[in-house]
């Protein structure tokens, strides 16, 4: 396998959230908490406004602009680009899997943006498979002390979007079926 797989994907719904905040806040950033107070619940903010660990690894960025399918024609600008990130020792123990992130009704936790939305997000994970992780075998990481130093990954130009979650990580021996 050439390509390497993104390590950060979202639901279609997700981003529409997503899309919505940016609307309300401006430039939105993501950290996948730890589990401390918020379980380990992933927590939007403004950019800036959570810091960012020098050990915290970003797992990819979601292009607000891209779909499924649907390749980018134009660049996004930089304030539609949403940063995730993850605790380094999370990452350690998560680096096997696809964060899939999802929208779910309910409240949001603590000082995440979605809070008032009457939804939150959620972290689903699909297990990377033996060709994806040789794949990113040789990828190095952005740390909270590389973007401090100026280090960005390239923005995705391929959509990181599913149209559902059970797409990129389906339940082994359930049927999936759609609402329509």
């Known amino acids: 396998m050439n390509t390497v797989p993104p390590r950060v994907r979202a639901t279609m719904e997700a981003m529409e959230l997503l899309r ?3 609307a309300q806040h401006g430039p939105l950033m993501l950290h996948q908490s730890g589990g401390c107070c ?3 619940a992933p927590m939007c ?3 800036g406004d959570f810091i960012i660990g020098d ?3 970003l797992l990819g960025l979601l292009d607000l602009h891209l779909e499924v399918d649907e390749p980018s024609t134009t660049p996004s600008e930089a304030d539609d680009v949403v940063p995730v990130w993850i605790s380094g020792p999370q ?5 096997h899997t696809q964060l899939i992130l999802d929208v779910v009704p309910g409240r949001g936790s603590g000082f995440s943006l979605e809070t008032p939305e009457g939804f939150r997000f959620l972290s689903r994970a699909k297990v990377f498979d033996e060709a994806e992780l040789s794949a990113l075998a040789g990828v190095p990481t952005v740390t909270g002390e ?3 130093q100026g280090l960005r990954p390239a ?3 391929e959509p990181q979007v ?3 979650a059970a797409d990129a990580c389906p339940v082994p021996g359930r049927a999936i079926t759609k609402n329509l």
């Open 91 to 95: 990452f350690t123990a998560w680096q």
């Open 155 to 157: 923005t995705p130009t």
């Open 20 to 22: 919505r905040l940016r």
């Open 162 to 164: 599913v149209a559902e």
């Open 55 to 57: 050990r915290d690894v």
């Open 38 to 40: 918020d379980g380990s």
């Open 146 to 148: 590389g973007w401090e």
């Open 45 to 47: 903010y403004p950019a």
